[in-house]
């Protein structure tokens, strides 16, 4: 006979620092069992790891893996983002042990330890983000719940790269050959991308897979800006804009209710 799975006490109904979001009505038994990741050498990817821009900060992410160290605030997100794509485009999964970093090489894999308690886990870092000015790495619900951060939503931590077997692992250069262009030639710009107005710039990106990834991750943590929201191909960068508005103000207005919930500040823009 089918036991009901049932969530663990310590399973908060609310806790991550993503509004509305939480662990899910069935989370797996037995989280606290659930093992680290298995660090092993991976090839880099290909596009998740070239410079780039969100509301207004310049993001280089690291060519290669090797020594890293960082103490900051970590979050964790959960039923909200779970099956969405990640910046490797593989399907997040909050009950695996993964890790969103702005910069840390995607993939690769780091120890992160609750400054509080002194407990540590090691996750697979496959996805970019948090953008929120006071946030340093976002991990899976499963890391958090681990770590002892699932209640509170968010800890003071450090966090550490691991370099599998003492290799170091380049990014891939993009003049190799068979490495596709920074900018598709026969990239077509989104619909209403020549439309005038005036324009909320969140981010600017080489690649349109990830200028689309980050348009998803918004989609998913802003639903009240989806309709709102174009990639639009132009120059050498994939730009991601809200809008358009009737005026200045207004799009001010839509900037400081972002900027309250995020602490960042999208970028203005006239067209």
């Known amino acids: 006979m089918l036991q009901k799975r049932e969530?663990?006490?310590?399973?908060?109904?609310?806790?991550?620092?993503?509004?509305?979001?939480?662990?899910?009505e069935h989370p797996p038994p037995n989280l606290d069992a659930i093992p680290d990741a298995v660090p092993r050498v991976e090839p880099l990817h290909r596009f998740a790891n070239r410079p780039y821009q969100v509301f207004g900060r310049e993001f280089v992410p690291l060519a290669s893996v090797g020594p890293f160290r960082q103490r900051g605030m970590a979050s964790w997100y959960g039923?909200?983002?779970?099956?969405?794509?990640?910046?490797?485009?593989?399907?997040?999964?909050?009950?695996?042990?993964?890790?969103?970093?702005?910069?840390?090489?995607?993939?690769?894999?780091?120890?992160?330890?609750?400054?509080?308690?002194?407990?540590?886990?090691?996750?697979?870092?496959?996805?970019?983000?948090?953008?929120?000015?006071?946030?340093?790495?976002?991990?899976?619900?499963?890391?958090?719940?681990?770590?002892?951060?699932?209640?509170?939503?968010?800890?003071?931590?450090?966090?550490?790269?691991?370099?599998p077997g003492g290799t170091l692992i380049a990014a891939v250069p993009s003049g190799l050959p068979g490495v596709p262009p920074s900018v598709a030639p026969d990239a077509a710009p989104a619909p209403g991308a020549e439309a005038k107005g005036v324009y909320l710039q969140l981010g600017a990106f080489s690649v349109r897979e990830n200028a689309e990834t980050f348009r998803a991750r918004i989609i998913r943590e802003f639903a009240w800006l989806?309709?709102?929201?174009?990639?639009?191909?132009?120059?050498?960068?994939?730009?991601?804009?809200?809008?358009?508005?009737?005026?200045?103000?207004?799009?001010?207005?839509?900037?400081?209710?972002?900027?309250?919930?995020t602490s960042l500040l999208p970028l203005l823009v006239v067209r």
Do not use: C, W
């Open 79 to 163: 039923k909200r983002f779970h099956g969405g794509n990640t910046s490797s485009g593989e399907p997040y999964d909050m009950y695996a042990m993964t890790a969103a970093h702005p910069t840390l090489p995607v993939p690769s894999y780091a120890r992160v330890t609750n400054v509080a308690n002194g407990r540590g886990v090691v996750v697979r870092v496959n996805d970019r983000g948090p953008f929120h000015a006071d946030r340093a790495i976002d991990l899976s619900y499963a890391a958090a719940y681990r770590l002892g951060i699932a209640q509170s939503g968010s800890a003071l931590v450090e966090i550490e790269a691991i370099v």
């Open 226 to 261: 989806s309709d709102a929201l174009h990639v639009i191909a132009g120059g050498a960068l994939f730009r991601l804009h809200i809008g358009p508005y009737r005026s200045q103000d207004e799009a001010r207005a839509v900037a400081e209710r972002i900027r309250s919930e």
């Open 7 to 24: 969530a663990p006490a310590e399973a908060p109904a609310r806790g991550a620092y993503y509004k509305d979001d939480g662990p899910g």
